[in-house]
């Protein structure tokens, strides 16, 4: 009895010694980990949209296609474009016509002044020799009222050519420096880009998502039409209680399990914390100096950067998982 009594004391003895351990053990290595369930995979994700409005006429993607930068996505019907851009260029060449015109201007300007010059100079010659003759009696002073008059309307003239040349010379010489050939230039660039936004394209890598586009919609500048994952920037959002976020640190190595993959084990980084809680983001904030306040303990999101995955494991956007934060 006395050796079954000292091996049950002894039994006591080592699982009292070994909770002890344990218990050391959770309260050591708890400490150098951080761990959550409330972790969900994100991606990058480029809502691709028109930059002009028209008629679908072609879709050269499905739904969960994977694309490359440069891709053909949709075409737009390129006709009114194209008239759009038919009908700057005729503006451009009107506005060139103008400016030639006005070149031609100065030179009829310059020649007229050149003439009505000579022919006020005549004018006033004859004027002065009229005169003198009237003084003389030879000629009357009905001719000598006609030559003043005459004299007059050629000074008026030559004043008129001379505004007209000073108005000619206002516009610019060079046809580029023209404010109508200037809004030409521009409504052709303009034309043009619409014209190459008609052809949409891929602007990354990536899978196709969420497309229900079919030739013959139309749409509009702006309007969403379907998402674009960008390949390669999956992360992970871990949304931790703000009483676990001490000795999170970015770089710090993080071990991820994710649900849809039993059994198996991903790596990260932390690459940043966010700036406050994710209800401090919320559409509706909470207002805790309002009415009844219960302390509840908040959440703050942490992004973690997935390294990369092979073909067999593609992630997925909402996906949970369960990440551990070892703290350095």
């Given at each position: 009895m006395e050796r079954i009594k000292q091996h049950k004391i002894t039994i006591a003895m080592v699982l009292a010694l070994a909770a002890l351990l344990g218990g050391f053990a959770f309260i050591h290595f708890s400490g150098l980990s951080r761990s959550t369930e409330n972790a969900?995979?994100?991606?990058?994700?480029?809502?691709v949209a028109s930059q002009v409005s028209g008629r679908i006429i072609a879709v050269h993607v499905k739904d969960n296609q994977l694309?490359?930068?440069?891709?053909?996505?949709?075409?737009?019907?390129?006709e009114p474009f194209t008239i759009a851009l038919q009908r700057a260029q005729a503006d451009m060449a009107l506005a060139r016509q103008n400016a030639r015109q006005d070149n031609a201007e100065v030179s009829v300007a310059r020649a007229q002044i050149a003439q009505t010059e000579s022919d006020l100079a005549n004018a006033r010659a004859s004027y002065e020799r009229d005169k003198e003759l009237v003084a003389k009696h030879f000629?009357?002073?009905?001719?000598?009222?006609?030559?003043?008059?005459?004299s007059q309307s050629l000074q008026a003239a030559f004043e008129q050519a001379r505004a007209k040349l000073t108005?000619?010379?206002?516009?610019?010489?060079?046809?580029e420096q023209r404010g109508d050939v200037l809004k030409a230039q521009a409504a052709i660039a303009q034309a043009k880009l619409d014209l190459e936004h008609t052809h949409v394209t891929a602007t990354q890598d990536g899978q196709i998502s969420n497309l229900t586009l079919t030739a013959g919609s139309l749409v509009g500048v702006g309007m969403p039409l379907f998402a674009l994952i960008a390949q390669d920037s999956f992360h992970i959002d871990a949304n931790f209680k703000e009483t676990e976020l001490v000795g999170i640190h970015p770089g710090e190595d993080v071990d991820i399990k994710i649900d849809m993959y039993p059994g198996q084990h991903?790596?990260?980084?932390?690459?940043?914390?966010?700036?406050?809680?994710?209800?401090a983001f919320s559409l509706l904030p909470p207002q805790n100096a309002t009415g009844?306040?219960?302390?509840?303990?908040q959440r703050v999101p942490v992004r973690i950067k997935l390294a990369p995955t092979d073909a067999e494991h593609p992630l997925r956007i909402g996906a949970t998982a369960t990440v551990s934060v070892q703290l350095k």
């Open positions: 969900y995979i994100n991606a990058d994700v480029v809502n694309v490359h930068k440069g891709d053909a996505l949709f075409d737009i019907d390129p000629l009357s002073q009905q001719s000598l009222d006609d030559a003043q008059t005459r108005k000619a010379l206002s516009a610019p010489e060079k046809p991903f790596k990260g980084t932390v690459e940043s914390l966010s700036g406050g809680t994710g209800t009844n306040w219960v302390k509840i303990a």
